[in-house]
């Protein structure tokens, strides 16, 4: 089975620009996570849906990031402009969601898309 | 006050010996707790959850202590290959999972 899939693995871009990064979950996986991680750091929530909800937002700055799922399957996370304390590992994960048993809250991470603003 | 606190480490330690990582957390109504394992430039990947009662994993054994608001995770017989970063996760409610920063082990020869 596929696990979740993210691109680009690298991205290096000049502060002020823009940057995409997408992400396909886990085949019937509801819930689809974005994470920050920065160097020495823990994960830390961005944005969470469930199918095509976004039921926890309020960690993205919404200033310059966004993102979306429009048919609750793939998601793109888009940061406009990037700033130079952007650069850091942006992991996609997925869960097969609520209403599950205790492993039904298992997350599973994709390989991270690493971020350097230069 | 963070939500999920670890001892960042590095623990290093010889091959064959017994290390504990220990992890708190602030939300006494915290659901469910796991521990997951990330190694250097790679992404986090679920090493066992933490059940109430303790469990044991082969040479892991993880415990919970509701009353201290505690996790903890034994490791025996420590492997060259058990060098990675083990992460604390705590779910607070409604799917919200908390990391903690991690603990660095360093199993060295």
């Known amino acids: 089975e596929a696990g979740v899939v993210q691109s680009p693995r690298y991205k290096i871009i000049e502060k002020k620009q823009p940057v995409a990064f997408w992400c396909n979950p886990i085949?019937?996986?509801?819930?689809l996570y974005w994470y920050l991680q920065n160097l020495g750091q823990g994960p830390e929530l961005l944005i969470r849906?469930?199918?095509?909800?976004?039921?926890?937002d309020s960690q993205l700055p919404k200033d310059r990031f966004s993102a979306e799922r429009l048919k609750g399957v793939d998601s793109t996370l888009k940061i406009q402009p990037a700033e130079l304390g952007d650069s850091a590992v942006y992991l996609c994960?997925?869960?097969?969601?609520?209403?599950?048993?205790?492993?039904?809250?298992?997350?599973?991470f994709g390989e991270g898309s690493w971020l350097t603003v230069v | 006050r963070k939500e999920v606190e670890q001892d960042p480490g590095p623990f290093n330690v010889p091959e064959g010996a017994t290390v504990a990582f220990n992890c708190t957390y602030s939300?006494?109504?915290?659901?469910?707790f796991f521990w997951y394992r990330q190694d250097c430039r790679k992404e986090p990947k679920l090493l066992m959850s933490?059940?109430?009662s303790g469990n044991e994993d082969g040479r892991f054994t993880a415990q919970l202590n509701r009353a201290s608001q505690y996790i903890s995770l034994l490791i025996r017989d420590s492997k060259l290959s058990d060098s990675a970063t083990y992460l604390c996760?705590?779910?607070?409610?409604?799917?919200?999972?908390?990391f903690g920063t991690g603990t660095r082990l360093l199993v060295s020869p």
């Open positions: 994960a997925s869960s097969p969601g609520q209403g599950k048993d205790l492993s039904g809250n298992t997350i599973y």
């Open positions: 085949s019937g996986h509801n819930t």
């Open positions: 849906y469930e199918n095509e909800e976004a039921v926890d």
């Open positions: 939300n006494s109504a915290s659901q469910s």
């Open positions: 933490v059940y109430s």
């Open positions: 996760v705590v779910n607070t409610g409604f799917q919200k999972l908390v």
